[in-house]
């Protein structure tokens, strides 16, 4: 095994020459299709991500993939007969998230295994990557967000190597409707205590969060259709509250763990689930 790249992000992780080329990740037209799906970010994405602990991803997914989904999860909850897994009082059926749909349905499970999610997730972690856990959010106007938190405090697996992936299914993700915003850096801070939320009325109270960080230091993420956002489980991170009067926010999160990993408390989310 040898770097991928030369300088600090090479120390966190390894990938082998036989699978990906020891260029600068730059394309020439000679490329394949296929070699960009397995290789599909750059050196100076790559150190970003070490760096700062989040990689934002344009237009990773097509639009008419994400059309296609948001419409079938319409019809999950919609149809007379709604399966037990995603079945919630109806007042909610189009506000409550849907916890691991890709246990369920082979349309999310596609999707959760989209070939650059795998080819980036095999860049960063050094190996392959598989799924722990999926989560497609309504984030209606008016809804809540999530105060400030990481996701290891949530997840814990060992070794450490989770890395989220969420999908903006949207035609834009902005301050408005709620987009997430992001503390760049403080995945190298290590997991800082977690306790009550202190703004209930901008977060939801059942969560958890982090204490003893910088939130002036907190930059939001916006995003359009189809673009993807990776970042570290220890990345210090959060969302506001929908202030729009008729926007949703809909968005559809995986987590997910190096194939030599494990989670260690979450009897939940011990099965994984490969890309490939």
């Not at 600068?24 to 991500?49: C, N, V, W």
């Not at 409550?96 to 349309?107: E, G, M, T």
């Not at 070939?115 to 997730?121: C, D, E, M, Q």
């Not at 949703?248 to 939940?268: A, L």
Request: glycine share 6%; with cysteine; charged share 25%.
């Amino acid at each position: 095994m040898q770097p991928l790249f030369d300088g600090p992000a090479s120390r966190m992780l390894e990938l082998s020459f036989d699978a990906y080329s020891p260029s600068e990740r730059g394309f020439t037209p000679m490329q394949t299709a296929k070699d960009h799906r397995l290789s599909p970010i750059t050196a100076e994405q790559y150190e970003q991500f070490s760096q700062d602990g989040y990689l934002l991803l344009k237009k990773g997914c097509s639009a008419d993939l994400i059309d296609a989904f948001n419409n079938h999860i319409y019809d999950i909850r919609e149809q007379a007969d709604v399966p037990e897994w995603a079945a919630c009082d109806p007042s909610k059926k189009f506000s409550l998230r849907l916890f691991n749909p890709h246990k369920h349905d082979s349309f999310s499970r596609q999707l959760m295994k989209l070939p650059v999610i795998r080819g980036v997730l095999a860049q960063l972690m050094g190996r392959e990557a598989n799924c722990v856990q999926s989560m497609y959010f309504y984030k209606e106007p008016g809804a809540p967000g999530q105060a400030a938190h990481q996701d290891y405090y949530y997840i814990k697996n060992d070794p450490m190597t989770m890395i989220a992936a969420w999908i903006a299914m949207e035609e834009r993700i902005d301050t408005e409707n709620g987009c997430l915003w992001v503390i760049p850096g403080t995945h190298k801070l290590g997991l800082l205590p977690h306790g009550a939320v202190k703004n209930v009325e901008e977060h939801e109270p059942w969560t958890e969060e982090t204490e003893g960080a910088e939130l002036s230091r907190q930059i939001p993420v916006e995003m359009e259709k189809g673009d993807i956002l990776f970042f570290s489980e220890l990345l210090i991170h959060s969302s506001t509250k929908n202030r729009s009067t008729d926007r949703w926010r809909r968005s559809y999160v995986c987590h997910y763990i190096r194939e030599d990993s494990f989670v260690t408390q979450r009897e939940d989310l011990r099965v994984k689930y490969p890309l490939y």
